[in-house]
């Protein structure tokens, strides 16, 4: 899907309904960047959070995934580190299904 006017990453807090966060993005119509702050919305204790792109004002959700290429097991392939950021760690990761998620958790005191 191309990208086009209200295109937005939409963050799902997972296991919680109703919990959603939009960001902005940056796009020339077909790459996506955004970036999650580190404070506010995704600090607040131990959660994992689901990514998504909206394309467009009005287009379904996309769930962000990898599936172009030959690693059929992101998950064990492409293992990202825990950083710390002010008082909560965060990791992305690739889901069991090649989608993107980012784990949060509180940092160790």
């Not at 792109?53 to 293992?79: E, Q």
Request: with cysteine; hydrophobic share 40%; proline share 6%.
């Amino acid at each position: 899907a191309r990208c086009a006017d209200g295109a937005a990453a939409v963050l799902r807090l997972r296991g919680r309904t109703g919990t959603v966060r939009e960001l902005p993005v940056e796009t020339d119509g077909r790459d996506v960047a955004f970036t999650v702050p580190h404070t506010g919305p995704v600090d607040d204790g131990d959660h994992i959070w689901d990514v998504y792109v909206r394309p467009a004002a009005d287009a379904p959700l996309i769930r962000v995934g990898r599936l172009l290429d030959d690693v059929a097991d992101r998950k064990r392939v492409h293992v990202y580190p825990r950083v710390t950021v002010g008082g909560s760690g965060l990791r992305p990761y690739y889901t069991v299904d090649n989608d993107l998620s980012f784990a949060v958790t509180r940092a160790a005191e």
